[in-house]
């Protein structure tokens, strides 16, 4: 049953002028929300819209089984009506909602498709200095997606067959609305609420500076291979603080007790050691949320795994250049899964001397990201049915970090953003990076679709540096496609480089240090040698992301009171760039592919330069 609630809150009052809203200031009410649950059975909801901090009204709805049967809940559908005539060409945002797959998508309200939605917010702009706002603070049982639809902002979720016994009643995602005169201020606030609401006060330092095995060598190495670079990085960079074990390590995926002897004959913890010895951070990856066929827990524990709807076991077959993969997923909802994970984890940590962990794949953790790789799944049995996959991976995140402790560092990669918030340090906030240009603008925008959550809710981590061109690789490089034989002129790797100056505070190199010509080298220290942000913003950010090639050009950052803005052309052809509101009187000409860093010597605040240059 649907239940049509009207509350009205002190918020910016609107004045209906040409079709547009006009923002004045006194009360407005959010006006006639609905809420639809799909069921087998009548599920009674209430809606609450309470004013918090920074002009925000909190939407908190309560959905509540008043019957004496279990009811299984299919999908939940909110609507929010906008009180504004709106237009096609009207400007959209839908927030980046996972590494690399959905950075931010700014479209015109007419030109929207089947991946016009977020898992994070929408943000309309009606005209310069007047934006709607919906986002989510919370992900704890169900995935909110945004979507513009019929006048309306609508939030729906898949109940992924959430159950509700009799008399019971549950919260569904905290939403919050807005309505704003300023995106910037706006973005900043929606990233202190989140905060907020996950109870997250302080992140973790995480000034890392190394080189990790990934990118260069993909899951092929050897304790080689890794003292070689580590030598190499000892020259160019003594105060390099961390090394990075990546995937390949262990004999199957999921049995994370195990090493592959035939790549790592000294076991994990020899390589530590040494590490260690030198007064690095030892680093290492895991697969999360899947394991493999072959895998000895999987012969042992079926049951740690999930099935079909047919009771058959989810597999997926990916055939890679050195190995087949049959994919399977963890069931978190089993106490058996987690204890196995908390164990593997504690051993890598207390045995081996683990303390950065980076654990990959976490998206697979997730129902529909399983399901889009697996076509005839159409549900999963899981040993708890009566709650959904959100819930599932949150009792994996909470069993990891447990195992972890406090003083480990916990960085999620491929993630889809939203669940892991209150649990990791560190996130990969754009998609793999390969040694080729057109990479560059794509992990730009991705990276920087996410600003307003770095320092706040986690540290932002753009990925490798990677530098290397055909002509600096031997034949152990990776056999991946995107990973070898590939050019890179200079002006290309500098903005990478200088990307990377700007962005996210662990720059780990992922080159082979030993055939890395000179100039390329030289690279790795510019980047290691500039001191990580405390506050990146993308000025253009109204003016990009409509496709994922549509990287930003002006980005500006803060390191204490050091002001930086960094101009990046991304296109072949040169650009002339108007500066002077950063205190520049001549424009600066770019050639194609080219970027600068400029320090600011005026006398103007952080805050004071992003508001006069931000494109409205």
């Known amino acids: 049953m649907t239940k049509k609630i009207k509350k009205t809150v002190t918020i910016l009052s609107i004045v209906f ?70 237009s096609d060409n009207l400007d959209v945002v839908f927030g980046a909602s996972c590494m690399g797959r959905t950075p931010l998508l700014n479209q015109k309200i007419g030109s929207q498709t089947n991946r016009s939605s977020s898992n994070m917010y929408e943000m309309l702009r009606l005209s310069d200095g007047q934006y709607l706002f919906a986002g989510a603070t919370s992900w704890r049982i169900f995935m909110p997606n945004f979507t513009l639809k019929q006048g309306a902002f609508e939030v729906w979720s898949d109940g992924e067959g959430k159950q509700l016994k009799p008399g019971q009643t549950i919260q569904y995602e905290q939403i919050v609305l807005r309505r704003a005169t300023n995106w910037l201020e706006l973005l900043d606030q929606f990233g202190t609420a989140i905060a907020a609401e996950n109870k997250i006060t302080k992140l973790k330092p995480a000034d890392f500076k190394g080189w990790a095995t990934w990118d260069y060598y993909g899951r092929v190495f050897t304790p080689k291979d890794i003292y070689g670079n580590m030598d190499q990085l000892n020259k160019l960079a003594p105060e390099a603080n961390m090394i990075q074990i990546d995937g390949g390590w262990w004999t199957e995926r999921g049995d994370y007790k195990s090493i592959n002897s035939g790549l790592l004959p000294g076991g994990i913890k020899d390589i530590v050691s040494r590490i260690k010895a030198e007064g690095k951070t030892p680093g290492i990856h895991f697969d999360g949320f899947r394991g493999d066929e072959a895998s000895e827990i999987y012969k042992a524990h079926p049951e740690y795994f999930l099935h079909d709807q047919d009771g058959k076991l989810v597999v997926e077959e990916n055939k890679k250049a050195d190995k087949v993969m049959r994919y399977i997923y963890f069931d978190y909802s089993h106490p058996g899964a987690r204890a196995h994970i908390a164990d593997c984890i504690k051993n890598m940590k207390d045995n081996w001397g683990i303390r950065y962990f980076k654990v990959d794949f976490m998206r697979y953790g997730l129902e529909n990201d399983t399901k889009l790789r697996n076509k005839h799944v159409k549900s999963f049995k899981a040993y708890d049915p009566t709650i959904t996959g959100v819930e599932r991976f949150r009792l994996g995140m909470k069993t990891m970090r447990e195992a972890m402790g406090d003083d480990i560092y916990f960085l999620g990669c491929s993630a889809v953003f939203g669940p892991t918030i209150g649990f990791v340090d560190g996130m990969r906030t754009g998609g793999d990076i390969n040694p080729i240009f057109q990479a560059f603008p794509e992990r730009c925008l991705g990276n920087l679709s996410n600003f307003y959550l770095s320092g706040k809710v986690f540290n932002g981590d753009a990925d490798y540096l990677v530098f290397r061109e055909a002509i600096d690789e031997d034949a152990t490089v990776s056999q991946e496609d995107t990973k070898h034989g590939h050019s890179m002129t200079m002006n290309e790797a500098q903005m990478w480089a200088d990307f990377n100056k700007l962005y996210g505070t662990a720059r780990l190199q992922s080159d082979n240090l030993m055939t890395l010509r000179p100039e390329r080298k030289a690279l790795v220290k510019e980047v290691f040698e500039f001191p990580a942000m405390e506050e990146t913003v993308p000025l253009d950010f109204w003016e990009h992301g409509t496709n994922k090639q549509d990287g930003f050009e002006l980005i500006i950052a803060r390191k204490d009171k050091d002001i930086y803005l960094g101009v990046f052309n991304w296109g072949d052809k040169p650009k002339e760039y108007e500066l002077k509101a950063f205190g520049k009187t001549s424009p600066l000409l770019l050639e194609g592919r080219h970027s600068q860093i400029i320090k600011y010597e005026g006398e103007k605040s952080f805050d004071e330069l992003c508001e006069n240059m931000k494109s409205l």
């Open 17 to 86: 002028l040409n079709g547009l809203i006009s923002f004045a200031g006194t009360t407005q009410p959010w006006k006639d929300i609905k809420v639809d649950v799909n069921a087998n059975g009548t599920v009674s909801s209430t809606i609450n819209l309470k004013e918090i901090e920074n002009g925000f009204q909190r939407l908190t709805i309560s959905l509540s089984n008043n019957s004496d049967k279990p009811i299984t809940i299919q999908k939940i559908t909110v609507s929010i009506p906008i009180e504004a005539q709106l």
